[in-house]
T-cell receptor
């Protein structure tokens, strides 16, 4: 079946530094990728939608200058959390659209802890 | 997207069938019902989806009422590994590009020994 590889699975960084999270579709081309954030005991919240070769569309309340998304190819999207702060600590999950038969495939998530 | 309503939590004994209900009374004719689950600290896993006919795969069965206003996900023989949060999502299926799946609060299923 379709596989989306997301890494790192876990990262700890110091406040003020930047962290990059990668999301790769391994056996299909993902025309659209989505980035979600999940706080403890809450549901997934959509952060942004990105289409290959174009700028990402961010959900209301998500700072585009803080959460940089690059979707340079049909198999790779990256999320960079810039100048991370402790409140950015969360579980980040990517999803790729494009694999039959149901379209949506999710990565395994990245646990970000900012200290 | 049509809104869905699910019970916040359910228990099920191991080996028994788990029946998870979902209400989607405002569903439109071109919207599918998707079910995903999320095991703790993992990404969501696809289970099944359907439009109006009942569906079955190796993981589960999906029963959609005739008026399509509600559905039930059935795990026929629940195991401890089925403990997870189950999300019922209604979405238009678009073959040209993807629109994000919007997750509600889901049902937290606890399978007990």
């Amino acid at each position: 079946g379709a596989v989306v590889s997301q890494h790192p699975s876990r990262v700890i960084c110091k406040s003020g530094t930047s962290v990059k999270i990668e999301c790769r579709s391994l056996d299909f081309q993902a025309t659209t990728m989505f980035w979600y954030r999940q706080f403890p005991k809450q549901s997934l919240m959509l952060m942004a939608t990105s289409n290959e070769g174009s700028k990402a569309t961010y959900e209301q309340g998500v700072e585009k200058d803080k959460f940089l998304i690059n979707h340079a190819s049909l198999t790779l999207s990256t999320l960079t959390v810039t100048s991370a702060h402790p409140e950015d600590s969360s579980f980040y999950i990517c999803s790729a659209w494009g694999a039959a038969p149901y379209g949506y495939t999710f990565g395994s998530g990245t646990r970000l802890t900012v200290v | 997207d049509a809104k869905t309503t699910q019970p916040p939590s359910m228990d099920c004994a191991e080996g028994r069938a788990a029946n998870l209900p979902c209400n989607h009374s405002t569903i439109s004719g071109n919207e599918y019902v998707y079910w995903y689950r999320q095991i703790h600290s993992q990404g969501p896993q696809y289970i099944i989806h359907g439009l109006k006919n009942n569906e079955t795969n190796e993981m589960a069965s999906l029963i959609i009422t005739e008026d399509r206003k509600s559905s039930t996900l059935i795990l026929p023989h629940a195991t401890l590994r089925d403990t997870a949060v189950y999300y019922c999502i209604v979405r238009v299926a678009n073959s040209n590009s993807g629109y994000a799946l919007n997750f509600g609060k889901g049902t937290s299923l606890l399978v007990t020994p």
